[in-house]
């Protein structure tokens, strides 16, 4: 159990669009999931905070209106990145924590930007 | 603030030789320490937690607060421990997770 898919896993997109990476959990539900980007060869810097049914609480230096994130349900949360840049392009990656457990992972979306 | 510091970007053994992931954090409260594991082509999985103060897959930490480190260990490297091992700190109380940059560990027969 406890399982954390994300969709797409692969995205390509041209400079200026946007583009929205999906995170649901599966078999269980999440009142926290979070939102983390990853460039290669390096650690994982958390970008948000998504609470179910409320804002998201970013982390210092990242552009909330560039990713906006919505967490609309218990099983599902959405990060979009808006007007995409080639400097977006990284491995971003979600989590969903069950409440008195830990955090569980997605397996990441591979973003890139022309 | 909270910071994660694993010192080594690479570790190589030999199988069934000992295996030592350095981990130490920096933070004044009472944190949360944790490893997680991330397999080629898999996704980051957690390992172990200090709170729990178990045993999984052979790998240990043990939460020395006054060297504010939470090192893994293994007795016996086996091949199939390959892989990113990163070790994470969460504030007691509070959800969000703080890694370190990351240990690749690499096993060779």
């Known amino acids: 159990g406890a399982v954390v898919s994300q969709h797409p896993s692969r995205v390509i997109c041209k400079s200026g669009t946007s583009v929205k990476i999906e995170c649901r959990s599966l078999d269980f539900q999440a009142t926290t999931m979070f939102w983390y980007r990853q460039f290669p060869k390096q650690s994982l810097m958390l970008m948000a905070t998504?609470?179910?049914?409320?804002?998201?609480?970013?982390e210092q230096g990242v552009e909330k209106d560039k990713f906006l994130i919505n967490h609309a349900s218990l099983t599902l949360s959405t990060l979009t990145v808006t007007s995409a840049h080639p400097e977006d392009s990284s491995f971003y990656i979600c989590s969903a924590e069950r409440t008195g457990y830990e955090q569980y992972f997605g397996p990441g979306t591979r973003l890139t930007v022309t | 603030a909270q910071r994660v510091t694993q010192p080594e970007k690479l570790l190589s053994v030999f199988k069934g030789a000992p295996v030592e992931l350095k981990c130490n954090y920096s933070?004044?409260?009472?944190?949360?320490l944790f490893w997680y594991v991330q397999y080629s082509r898999q996704r980051l999985q957690l390992l172990l937690r200090?709170?729990s103060r178990e045993s999984i897959k052979g790998f240990t930490a043990d939460l020395n607060k006054g060297e504010t480190s939470f090192h893994l260990k293994k007795p016996f490297a086996q091949e199939e421990d390959s892989a990113m091992y990163y070790c994470?700190?969460?504030?007691?109380?509070?959800?969000?997770?703080?890694f370190g940059t990351g240990t690749r560990l690499l096993v060779s027969p």
């Open positions: 200090h709170i």
């Open positions: 998504s609470n179910e049914g409320s804002k998201a609480t970013y």
């Open positions: 994470a700190l969460r504030n007691t109380g509070f959800q969000k997770l703080v």
């Open positions: 933070y004044s409260g009472s944190p949360e």
